[in-house]
Each structure stands twice: as C-alpha cells, then as structure tokens.
C-alpha cells in the first residue's frame, strides 16, 4: 500500500460479523475505502502487525470475544502507530480525545462516518509536509518550526500551530472562517469550540508578529483568518 492513489484501508474489529458486514458495506460503498476485518482483539493485534500493513484509521468495538477494544488500542499506541481509532462503546456517551474517538451505542452510521471522514481529513492537514516563506520566516511542517534566517533565530509550533499554518498557506490569499479552520485542524469534535482556535491563534500572533496587536502575518479578515503574502 505504498502508492500514494492507493485506497485508505480501514481495519474494523468487532466480535459481531453482523455489524463488521454493515460497516464494510457503508465503507466501500462509494469507492472510498478498502477493508480489512478482524474478529477478535488477537487477530487484530495480527493485522496491525503484519508486514507492509498500513492502515489509514480503526474501527474497534469496546468488548471483544476475546479482550477490550481500550487495550487493542493501548497497544497499537505503545508501538507507536497514530492512525485514529474509532471506539464503539455501550456504555459510555460519545466523545473526542486528540487521537480517539469513543461513539456511545447504539449509534448511527451517518454520525460514525462523520467522525471517520473528519478524523481522516483532519490528519491529512497535519501530515502533508509543507516548506514555505512566511514574512522573514521559513516555515517547515515536518520540523513543527520558524527559521528567521536573518536573526539566526528557530521558533518551535505545536503540532496544532503547525496544522494552522499550513492549512492557511494551502488556502492562498482566501481568508478562511473559523469554524472551517477549527473543523480541518481539530476534527468532527464537539468540546473544541472557536475560543480554542481564537487562543491558538492568539499565542501564534506572539511568537511570529512583531506587534500581534497589529498582526502584518496572519491577518483576521471577514470573519476569519489567512496569510498575508510576502
């Protein structure tokens, strides 16, 4: 799965071949996504393990025949793989970590695609590199930071800082709105509201502009946010 114009694979687990039918069949309905179906906590640690594997997100179910979706995915994370994990739970309501989504029973498909969809995009904004020049900055996604050549000055971002910025470069001169920006960097996540995007942006105006009162970088502009040019 090394070709860039390769299906994102997606690895469902569930004990219930019922439910790992529906789901495979609201996943390749549109050409979107190829599958991979693992019954149970042992065969899915298998499939993760598996040489050449590469799985775009995961789909698990809380209570497997044979262990817990909540230490499949403890593990996946100890062995350092990031993709996003989807959580199917009778027990808890729904909700949004940085890199889990735990979707309360019964649920809709809609709503469980929403979340993939928005995880996915999500990612992709952090994890294509991008290289530009911003004001007297070179900016590098990959190195999460600012050179400032000239002052032989290296500013680091966070991850979410980082996502900021390259998505507003992506957009060009077109101011992009909050909720549209807080949605591609954040998610399909319902506990981040636009004061979480505001304070970021905030802190970012302070470690780039001179005066961020007077931001000359990265400008507010009809509701929303872009990069000026030069």
């Known amino acids: 799965m090394g070709d860039h114009h390769a299906m994102p694979a997606i690895l469902i687990v569930d004990g219930d071949a019922a439910m790992r039918e529906t789901l495979r069949e609201q996943l390749t309905r549109d050409g979107a996504f190829v599958v991979v179906e693992a019954a149970g906590a042992r065969e899915a640690e298998a499939c993760l393990a598996a040489e050449g594997s590469r799985f775009a997100a995961v789909i698990m179910d809380a209570t497997l025949p044979d262990g817990d979706g909540h230490a499949v995915r403890a593990s996946l994370r100890a062995s350092g793989l990031?993709?996003?994990?989807?959580?199917?739970?009778?027990?808890?309501?729904?909700?949004?970590?940085?890199?889990?989504?735990?979707?309360?029973?019964?649920?809709?498909?809609?709503?469980?695609?929403?979340?993939?969809?928005?995880?996915?995009?999500?990612?992709?904004?952090?994890?294509?590199?991008?290289?530009?020049?911003?004001?007297?900055?070179?900016?590098?996604?990959?190195?999460?930071?600012?050179?400032?050549?000239?002052?032989?000055?290296?500013?680091r971002l966070t991850e979410k800082e980082t996502a900021i910025l390259a998505f507003l470069y992506r957009m060009g001169e077109r101011a992009v709105p909050r909720l549209e920006l807080?949605?591609?960097?954040?998610?399909?996540?319902?506990?981040?509201?636009?004061?979480?995007?505001?304070t970021h942006i905030?802190?970012?105006?302070?470690?780039?502009?001179?005066?961020?009162?007077?931001?000359?970088?990265?400008?507010?502009?009809?509701g929303?946010?872009?990069?000026?040019?030069?």
């Open 82 to 155: 990031s993709m996003p994990v989807i959580l199917l739970n009778g027990l808890n309501r729904t909700s949004v970590t940085d890199d889990t989504t735990i979707i309360a029973k019964p649920f809709r498909l809609s709503e469980l695609m929403a979340h993939l969809r928005a995880r996915l995009e999500a990612r992709t904004v952090e994890a294509a590199a991008v290289r530009f020049t911003i004001g007297p900055y070179e900016f590098n996604s990959d190195e999460k930071a600012l050179r400032h050549e000239a002052a032989d000055r290296r500013i």
């Open 182 to 198: 807080l949605r591609e960097v954040w998610g399909y996540n319902p506990a981040v509201t636009t004061h979480t995007l505001e």
């Open 202 to 222: 905030y802190r970012l105006r302070r470690k780039i502009e001179v005066d961020p009162a007077k931001a000359c970088i990265l400008v507010t502009e009809a």
């Open 224 to 230: 929303g946010y872009r990069l000026a040019k030069g």
